[in-house]
């Protein structure tokens, strides 16, 4: 299965890349625009055990501070009930200063 791969801008939080499968996974799995700013996402992300999962503690944005995070285990939880298992790692992206630019996320939708 391909990983959807998606890039922000920090501080703005402006999605600068979405390749074809997070924009066809966006849009066809999950009902949302392909370019949706992680700040407008729907719905809940939860952790395996169905705790919720805070928006601040989600892998993408903890990489907006300089976390990296491999293959954590999430369910987003969609409007209407529906559940996707996600396996997600992100990273943050840094310039020559060592300051956080931007942050990258790739996810794969779990079987």
């Given at each position: 299965m391909?990983?959807?791969?998606?890039?922000?801008?920090?501080?703005?939080?402006?999605?600068?890349?979405?390749?074809?499968?997070?924009?066809?996974?966006?849009?066809?799995?999950?009902?949302?625009?392909?370019?949706?700013?992680?700040?407008?996402?729907?719905?809940?992300?939860?952790?395996?055990?169905?705790?919720?999962?805070?928006?601040?503690?989600?892998?993408?944005?903890?990489?907006?501070?300089?976390?990296?995070?491999?293959?954590?285990?999430?369910?987003?939880?969609?409007?209407?009930?529906r559940?996707?298992?996600?396996?997600?790692?992100?990273?943050?992206?840094?310039?020559?200063?060592?300051?956080?630019?931007?942050?990258?996320?790739?996810?794969?939708?779990?079987?």
């Amino acid at each position: 299965m391909p990983d959807a791969v998606l890039i922000v801008e920090v501080p703005s939080m402006r999605v600068v890349f979405a390749n074809r499968y997070a924009e066809t996974f966006a849009a066809k799995q999950l009902g949302r625009p392909p370019r949706l700013s992680p700040a407008d996402v729907e719905g809940e992300v939860l952790r395996p055990d169905g705790t919720r999962c805070e928006r601040d503690a989600w892998p993408l944005i903890r990489a907006t501070r300089g976390e990296r995070v491999t293959d954590e285990r999430l369910v987003d939880l969609l409007p209407g009930g529906r559940r996707i298992a996600l396996l997600v790692s992100a990273a943050p992206v840094e310039d020559a200063d060592g300051n956080v630019v931007a942050a990258v996320a790739i996810g794969r939708a779990l079987a």
